[in-house]
């Protein structure tokens, strides 16, 4: 008998308590999707300014925001966000969401696996350390 899991994210991807979602984004995107995230309890979120190519190889942005670069990467935001599994599924939606144009050089999302988080200030692991105060978990078991 197959072993049915409570499991949102498809089974290619190893099983794992937290993922980090990282999503490589339009700049001038990033607001809308930090917003939205926002809106649905996610108060842990990290963003780098990067540069890259990929089908839209080296074109400029055509909505401004980012400025063409000598070696033809294009300026991207890449924001990671670590969840428990559970939460997957809803991050992923939301950023795309808030992220699409259905234009070339919308992004791309990755789903990676994370084998602990450490909160430095108090040493917490696992759990205690990814769940945030007035976050997701707190918010849905204030309205449970
Ligand atoms: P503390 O209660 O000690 O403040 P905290 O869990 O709220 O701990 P911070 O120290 O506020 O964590 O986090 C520092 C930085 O770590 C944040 O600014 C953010 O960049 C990053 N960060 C925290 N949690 C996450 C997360 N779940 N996913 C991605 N980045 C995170
Ligand atoms: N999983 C955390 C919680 O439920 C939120 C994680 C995050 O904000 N990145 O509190």
Redesign the pocket.
Known sequence: LPVIRAQSSPDYVPDSKFYKVEAILRPWRVSQVSSALLKI?????TVSDVRGFGAQGGSTERHGGSEFTEDNFVAKVKME????KD?VEAVVDKIIEAAKTGEIGDGKIFVVPVSDVIRIRTGERGERA???TG????QSSAAA
């Open positions: 309890g996610i108060r842990g979120v966000i670590v969840v428990s939460q990814e769940k945030m976050g997701w978990s707190d």
